[in-house]
């Protein structure tokens, strides 16, 4: 758990950088950076996904996740998070799913959570009391809450509790999941996070086009859970 709390504290630390001195940074500059960032999810999200041994687990992956977040409301139910915090500490007039402060808290818990360093420094952390690789995302986190703030405002500092439940979580079941979760588990999970990357670029940084990332959530439990049901099948 060391891991998470330093990474909830860079989180916080950068974010409030970015609050602080978010005003004295122009606006074309501001969408610049996050413009940037999000050609950089987008590359990196092709990064993971090209380490899947097989691309139809993958697609799989995400037609079974979608269903099950469509049907949970994964979605709807990170924006309610997200406008209940709003309502409570942000002065903000705007409301509903495009309100700045529910963006804010929401591209960056998306962003933060997924992909192989929070899976795999979570695990490493929780089984051996290693948190290197954490301090590293830590870092990356850290620098990104500063460009986020500053553009999406104070719903980026709110990404930290999601932070920490998720890879407090990931930590706390670490032997059942080290356990479980063998390397091409991990590579087509890796992948499948790859794909939500690439999702968030696109959709919340780039404003491509919407996408609800958010629904997709459930398919990183169901490509591992692919490949096991997989492996019954090979000779």
Known sequence: MTGTFINVAAILIGGSIGLIFGARIPEKFKNTV???????TVAMGLQMFLKSGNQLIVLGALIIGALIGESIGIEDWLQAFGETLEKRFSKDSETGASSRFVRGFMVASLLYCIGPMAILGSIQDGLTGDYNLLAVKST???????????????????????????????????????????????????????????????????????????????ALAIAPLIVWILSFFKL
């Open 140 to 218: 990356l986190d850290g620098f990104a809450s500063i460009a986020f703030a500053s553009t999406l405002g104070i719903g980026v500092l709110f990404s930290s509790v999601i932070v920490l439940i998720y890879q407090g979580g990931v930590s706390l079941l670490a032997h059942q999941l080290n356990a479980i979760i063998t390397d091409p588990m991990m590579a087509e999970m890796t992948a499948t996070g790859g794909i939500l990357l690439m999702g968030v670029g696109v959709s919340n940084l780039l404003e491509i086009k919407k996408i609800r990332v958010g629904n997709f959530l459930p």
């Open 34 to 40: 996050i413009a940037g960032m999000g050609l950089f």
